[in-house]
């Protein structure tokens, strides 16, 4: 009996230890990988939410029928490149393409600071489609790319949370980023100019 009891309580400490181990992994460490398209909208409620969201918009415009791909960006500090900043936000956007029309929708939490202003803190050389401080960029997991579209923004009062919401039809060299991994979402703010959130766009 008393060795029964003994697998028994070796078994239970060898699973949590894997579990404690595997959340070590996925939360310690940046994802640049191909691997981070194992992530799913269920597994972060934001990005659940924004993803439903983005196929509501789908269903209301009669397109429900189409067929569609689901893609989730998870944003973390962490994806930020070269240099990682200091903040404890989150994030995460939901879009649905059909065709080359692309639907987003996206919540963030927790920001630094508001989001960058660029009517008072301009690019240079300025950029008049730089309309909000959130964007879709393409380009490589571990570079920063070349600026594609600006996300609406409606910023909650404090200005460190809000929602993100845009639609786009893609050109054939996006859509080709978009299923190569290759399309990211990034946030800037006041405090973190060069981003304190990114997150590529994956399928799921």
Do not use: W
């Not at 900043?85 to 987003?104: E, H, K, N, Q, T």
């Not at 579209?149 to 039809?169: H, I």
């Not at 996006?174 to 979402?185: I, P, T, W």
């Amino acid at each position: 009996m008393n060795k029964a009891k003994r697998l028994l309580r070796n078994l239970i400490l060898s699973a949590i230890t894997c579990l404690v181990a595997v959340n070590i992994s996925i939360f310690s460490q940046p994802v640049h990988s191909q691997e981070a398209s194992t992530l799913t909208a269920s597994q972060i409620p934001v990005g659940s939410e924004a993803l439903r969201e983005a196929e509501s918009v789908l269903m209301a415009q009669g397109m429900e029928s189409k067929p569609f791909t689901r893609y989730v960006a998870v944003l973390t500090q962490n994806e930020v490149v070269p240099t990682t900043p200091s903040s404890y936000a989150f994030g995460a956007a939901g879009a649905v393409l059909v065709g080359d029309r692309l639907i987003v929708r996206g919540d963030f939490s927790n920001l630094s600071s508001p989001l960058r202003d660029y009517a008072t803190d301009p690019l240079n050389p300025p950029n008049p489609n730089v309309t909000s401080g959130a964007h879709i960029h393409r380009g490589e997991p571990t570079g920063n790319g070349p600026f594609q579209y600006a996300l609406q923004v409606s910023p909650g009062e404090s200005g460190l949370q809000g929602r993100l919401m845009g639609e786009y039809t893609l050109t054939s060299e996006q859509l080709q980023a978009l299923s190569s991994g290759k399309l990211y979402v990034d946030i800037h703010t006041k405090q973190n100019r060069a981003g304190e959130l990114r997150g590529i766009l994956k399928p799921l």
